[in-house]
């Protein structure tokens, strides 16, 4: 019956705010100044809970008939057994939680956890600015303009460090630290898949002519957005992974959808617009070209089908229109 047993209080994001040491079989909670831990939650009465040890080593939380009661596994209960460990139990907005004096913690981390990161921090956004000037020389087929490249460049540098200062300061807010080069990183890693995968799909649409993979490029864009807000979000809290992986692939397939709808839209106004965004040197081509028998009879078929077209819309309602006339 003296074993010591930690009361933790926890934030809202189940995160440890306070712990206290009881050695006693009974252990009261509540905002009054008699009680063994004293918690100042508004919604919490001046005696709310009283927690007794069991001959069996767990604890019975009784709620002494206040207006709020106690929730345990998110229901309103009078009374609920309890083991060290289990799922916290809420009085008013404060959320308790029992550890045993054996409860192992996670091991220490080093003070200078995050200047590790500061050589990749700074590394990163210059391999951004090359991949940058490197898209924007590729994407030029007149002399280079080099002036408007680097103002490219340099702009999505400013706005990936507006972007990763702004996780920081949720970071600060919710953890305590700002983890700035760490949000940095995940950021220009995200940039840096979305630049190489646009190579790679305009080098594969290119080589082997699959011209569905430019038209689905969205697609691949918007998760590995979606994956690098997920990890943004994993560095403010490791918390309810599953949950935030959950929230954040829906907006991303709820933005696809919506890319979906507003490029059909468009195809059905404009026609089909899958092309690569950058030349590629004639030496990528991998698809065996089309024969000059094939390529005439496309068009020839093209041609019938405007003919057929353009006839229809220029003829009056009702009326009947002779091709050999038209010609």
Not at 130 to 149: E, F, K, N, V, Y
Not at 158 to 164: C, D, K, R, T
Not at 165 to 181: E, P
Not at 279 to 301: E, I, K, N, Y
Request: charge should be neutral; include cysteine.
């Amino acid at each position: 019956m003296g074993a010591v047993t930690w009361i933790e209080v926890l934030t809202r994001h189940r995160e440890v705010a306070a712990r206290h040491r009881c050695a006693g079989p009974v252990i009261h909670v509540g905002r009054g100044y008699d009680n063994d831990i004293v918690v100042d939650d508004p919604f919490v009465a001046a005696r709310h809970l009283r927690l007794s040890m069991q001959d069996d080593g767990s604890w019975l939380a009784e709620d002494l008939g206040t207006l709020n009661g106690l929730h345990v596994r998110g229901r309103p209960l009078a009374q609920a057994r309890l083991a060290p460990g289990e799922e916290p139990l809420r009085i008013g907005n404060t959320w308790l939680r029992l550890r045993d004096a054996t409860h192992a913690v996670a091991p220490e981390r080093p003070l200078q956890e995050d200047a590790k990161l500061w050589p990749l921090a700074v590394g990163l956004p210059l391999l951004v600015v090359a991949m940058s000037l490197l898209d924007s020389w590729l994407g030029q087929t007149d002399r280079p303009r080099w002036g408007h490249a680097w103002t490219s460049a340099l702009t999505q540098i400013a706005l990936v460090l507006a972007w990763s200062g702004a996780w920081a300061v949720v970071t600060r807010v919710f953890s305590g630290a700002a983890h700035f080069t760490r949000q940095l990183s995940i950021a220009c890693c995200t940039l840096l898949a979305v630049y190489v995968y646009g190579h790679a799909s305009d080098l594969l649409t290119y080589a082997l002519s699959w011209g569905g993979l430019a038209g689905v490029s969205y697609v691949a864009v918007s998760l590995i957005a979606a994956t690098g807000c997920l990890a943004q979000l994993l560095a403010v809290s490791p918390r309810h992974t599953g949950s935030k992986a959950a929230v954040v692939f829906g907006m991303a397939l709820a933005v696809i959808a919506w890319q979906t709808v507003s490029r059909t839209d468009l195809r059905e106004t404009l026609g089909p617009n899958t092309v690569v965004s950058h030349l590629q040197p004639p030496a990528f081509r991998l698809a065996r070209p089309r024969t000059v028998d094939s390529f005439l009879s496309a068009d020839a078929g093209l041609k019938a089908a405007l003919d057929k077209a353009r006839v229809s819309e220029q003829a009056p309602p009702g009326s009947t229109v002779d091709d050999d006339d038209d010609d």
